[in-house]
């Protein structure tokens, strides 16, 4: 009986993942079939899976090389956002005359898109590294003051009486109430700053970086190495997937308590 | 039949055992004319009340009486617009840790585990004690509450009985005199409503360093069982009606004392009482209703 339950169970779920990677079959399969089987499969525009499988095995060392150097712009940059963003957004949405003070200004300078900062920040700064890293942190950081100064705006009534009674001050109300209740809020401003991140990241690669993941596929776009550019491209887009991912495991496991 | 229904003003005096409390050491909170609102609303209007040290005193009124905002200006989350509470002489003017609050559900922080919502009121208790003790006395606290080796549970895990219990508990654990309790059983089912009644009880009484105790509440048998003194509420605005004081001192053996002629009779009493005031309330409402058709 219970062994037979399970079964279903894990039947079920079987069915699940099987929809889940319908689109990826048929995708790959017109992929295949549309490079293979047209007369457009010996345009070196459109690679076909197998070159651009070879194109990406042969190109691995240097695409590893080029994550490390984008995750050397990528980390310093979002964490000191995110670190920055939350401490802020906690302080700014909690002492009222702040907020007051902070959010005109944060309503005015958020929505600029960060991207136009790109060319300046080359500019001003001594090495691309760090115009990258001040690009990346300008636009993670946005997301996370918001939404932390919001929900620490916001705290529920009851978590304030609850910290009353306990008699905290005003620094362990922070940081013992306003902290956790407000990580929701900063979870999702992370997960909109790593997108964000990322194409800011690429794009600055594409300015003025010599190595990286945006320089590969724009240095092969270039020479006009199409299999090797394509092959950039899925590789970007697997990191991208992984680090929301990872992201997304670790907001699960840090906000296990929200229901 | 001790039922002391107050003047106009809704202002009454009395308290327990007359004569005995009037001393200033032995009052735990004095309540002088307080009123409270917003804008031209009052919630609450002119209420006096004494309460004595040790006292158990169940607030009992209709919803929208104001008894809950009572409790809440007595533990200083709220600021009355007029008038003054005084805490052992002291006016209130924010909630502090001698005056602990068990609210209906959610005294707990949900982030953390039941022990972890113990000791952070230990900490507040006692200083300089080392995370093992601490852990040790958050265990003791949840065993004094019936609830056993589950202190690495966190709150969405159990039952809303089992938070309650654990509300309890870190009132306890904060060493306050005073706990103030805001409908803390309301949400409970039936049997758990009844053995928290009887946990509360064994807990306040039995204790030679007695704690005073309000406990808001809108049912007339759950008042009359807890309280040594039940302060009737009418609305709008919110006002002292009645005080009555329970005389089943010592009796409390549910069974006996629910069959008895006594009790039956006081908590019709003070049932009439209640149906009084809502129904004046009716009156105003089908008044109002009248006049808008016109």
């Known amino acids: ?259 | 039949m001790s039922v002391i229904k107050s003047d106009a003003e809704g202002y009454s005096h009395r308290v327990g055992n007359e004569g005995e409390v009037d001393t200033d050491s032995s009052i735990e909170f004095s309540v002088e004319n307080l009123s409270f609102g917003y804008d031209s609303s009052l919630v609450l209007k002119n209420i006096n009340l004494k309460i004595a040290r040790g006292e158990f005193i169940a607030v009992l009124g209709p919803s929208g009486c104001g008894k809950t905002s009572l409790l809440r200006l007595l533990a200083g989350l709220e600021t009355p617009v007029g008038g003054k509470i005084l805490h052992r002489g002291d006016v209130v003017t924010g909630p502090n840790i001698t005056r602990g609050v068990v609210f209906q559900d959610y005294s707990l922080f949900p982030w953390l585990n039941l022990r972890d919502n113990l000791v952070i009121a230990i900490n507040k208790a006692r200083k300089g004690l080392s995370k093992a003790e601490r852990d040790q006395i958050a265990e003791e606290y949840l065993d004094l509450v019936g609830l056993p080796g589950v202190g690495f549970k966190h709150p969405y895990e159990i039952s809303g009985g089992m938070r309650q219990r654990c509300a309890i508990a870190r009132s306890l654990a904060l060493g306050s005199p005073v706990l103030l309790m805001d409908e803390p059983f309301g949400a409970l089912d039936p049997v758990n409503r009844l053995r928290l009644q009887d946990l509360l009880l064994l807990l306040s009484r039995n204790n030679s360093n007695r704690r005073t105790i309000v406990f808001v509440t809108h049912d007339v048998e759950e008042a009359l069982y807890l309280g040594d003194r039940v302060i009737v509420l009418g609305s709008n605005p919110g006002r002292i009606i009645a005080e009555i004081k329970v005389p089943f001192e010592g009796k409390h053996f549910r069974h006996d004392l629910f069959q008895s002629k006594e009790f039956r009779e006081l908590s019709q009493q003070i049932a009439a009482l209640y149906h009084e005031d809502i129904e004046r309330q009716l009156e105003i409402g089908s008044v109002v209703g009248e006049g808008e058709m016109i």
């Open chain 1, 1 to 259: 009986m219970t062994q037979q339950q399970h079964h279903s169970v894990h039947h079920h779920k079987g069915i699940k993942g099987f929809e889940g990677l319908l689109l990826f079959v048929g995708i790959g399969l017109c992929w295949q079939v549309t490079t293979t089987m047209l007369p457009l499969h010996d345009s070196t525009l459109y690679p076909s899976p197998a070159v651009t499988f070879k194109a990406l095995q042969d190109s691995f060392p240097e695409l590893l090389k080029g994550t490390l150097s984008s995750f050397l712009i990528l980390i310093p940059g979002y964490f000191c956002a995110v670190i920055l963003g939350a401490m802020w957004g906690i302080v700014a949405g909690t002492v009222g005359w702040l907020h007051r003070a902070f959010d005109p200004f944060a309503k005015v300078v958020a929505p600029v898109p960060p991207t136009v900062y790109i060319p300046y920040a080359i500019a001003l700064m001594p090495t691309f590294r760090i115009s990258a890293i001040l690009v990346v942190f300008i636009g993670v950081f946005w997301p996370v003051f918001v939404n932390t100064a919001a929900g620490a705006a916001a705290v529920p009534l009851r978590y304030r009486d609850n910290a009353g009674i306990l008699g905290f001050g005003r620094f362990e109300y922070m940081w013992r109430v306003v902290f956790p209740a407000v990580l929701p809020n900063i979870f999702a401003g992370m997960s909109v700053g790593l997108a964000l991140a990322f194409i800011l990241l690429t794009v600055a690669e594409l300015f003025g970086a010599n190595e990286g993941l945006g320089r590969f596929v724009q240095y092969y776009a270039d020479y006009a190495d199409y299999p090797r550019m394509v092959a950039g491209i899925l590789y970007t887009g697997g990191v991208t997937f992984g680090s929301m991912a990872l992201l997304d495991f670790v907001k699960r496991r840090v906000l296990f308590w929200v229901r």
